[in-house]
């Protein structure tokens, strides 16, 4: 897939390069399947910053227009996993020289907000 690091083969296909030195690793919780804390009684579910609540409010509007929350567990371990996915795509791009160090840095910025948007409704 062009844009990811890759290495060419001879047949002008692409293998993803299997090397990590560069990986971005965007924190996700340590079980997906597990409930976040804040999904427990005790918590506020809607706790941080204004804009940690706009950026989960952004992504909830997507999802409810395709008839999806990401208060469904599954929904938003899914959608974590993509976002996070995303920060992969951005660090392939960055090494592959189509961005700069601070567009990757600031697109990176943003996969996090994605990835711990669930946490924000």
Do not use: N
Request: with cysteine; glycine share 10%; proline share 5%.
């Amino acid at each position: 897939m062009p844009g990811l690091a890759e290495e060419s083969h001879p047949s002008g296909g692409h293998a993803v390069s299997t090397s990590t030195a560069h990986a971005t690793v965007i924190p996700l919780r340590g079980s997906l399947g597990a409930p976040h804390p804040s999904a427990s009684g005790c918590s506020d579910r809607t706790a941080g910053t204004q804009s940690e609540r706009d950026v989960a409010a952004f992504w909830e509007q997507i999802y409810t227009q395709q008839g999806r929350t990401l208060a469904d567990t599954a929904t938003a371990d899914a959608h974590r996993i993509t976002a996070a996915t995303i920060g992969l795509l951005i660090e392939g791009a960055r090494a592959d020289g189509v961005i700069d160090d601070e567009q990757a840095q600031y697109l990176s910025a943003l996969t996090i907000e994605a990835v711990r948007a669930p946490d924000f409704l």
